[in-house]
């Protein structure tokens, strides 16, 4: 079994519409949980931080971390075109090795 | 501008060569990472290092060898001994372990 499990999708929905994406982990041990959007031939970027349970909303990305359930999701309001990339799920436990999920491609159609 | 740059973009390696990544970055960030992406696996931990002159194996770091003589520099070997190193290279800082890791562009390595 992975340490984290990540739907690859792939997704694809009409512009305006209201994404949720979600990662499941095994290991209680991860503290710090991030979301990074990834657009063809680039690196990664970051999107979302997190380290306790709880929403963290910024503009109309929330993050939503449930640590009992070892359960994390990050909403995207008002999809746009734009937003078409694939989105990575990623978490750290201990010397600042992230362990990512292995992504969910979202294609958000006018 | 401060970031991460990643060069070259594209490279091309013969059979029995050993090739080198190179990774820069401005941030005045302590901690370096290699990733490698491949199709569907998301990223995979080389090499990783905390601080200048120290240097930690990642999950596959057979067939790669890193150096890191200064802060803003940590270069990637590939070597003969990787027989499947075609794939897409990312390298990361940090300010410290635990805090968010912010990525280059990325080096998309091919075999001739």
């Known amino acids: 079994q992975k340490e984290v499990e990540q739907d690859p999708g792939p997704l694809s929905v009409p512009e305006g519409a209201i994404v949720s994406l979600n990662c499941t982990y095994s290991?209680?041990?991860?503290?710090?949980f991030m979301w990074y959007r990834q657009y063809s031939r680039k690196g990664p970027e970051l999107l979302m931080y997190t380290y306790s349970s709880g929403n963290k909303e910024d503009g109309r990305f929330t993050a939503q971390v449930d640590k009992s359930s070892k359960y994390i999701s990050l909403f995207i309001r008002d999809s746009q075109p734009s937003d078409s990339a694939t989105y990575l799920c990623?978490?750290?436990?201990?010397?600042?090795?992230?362990?990512f999920g292995q992504g969910t491609i979202l294609t958000v159609h006018p | 501008d401060g970031g991460i740059t990643q060069s070259p973009k594209y490279l091309f390696r013969k059979e029995g060569q050993n090739v080198t990544l190179s990774c820069e970055q401005n941030l005045n960030h302590d901690a370096m990472y290699w990733y490698r992406q491949d199709p569907g696996q998301g990223l995979r931990l080389i090499y990783y290092s905390q601080i200048v002159n120290d240097f930690q194996k990642g999950d596959i770091a057979e067939g790669y060898s890193v150096s890191r003589e200064k802060k803003e520099s940590f270069p990637l070997t590939v070597t003969s001994a990787q027989k499947n190193p075609t794939a897409f290279y990312l390298c990361a800082s940090s300010i410290s372990e635990n805090q968010p890791q912010h990525f280059g562009d990325g080096t998309r390595l091919s075999i001739l």
């Open positions: 290991n209680s041990a991860f503290q710090y």
């Open positions: 990623a978490m750290i436990y201990s010397y600042g090795k992230l362990t």
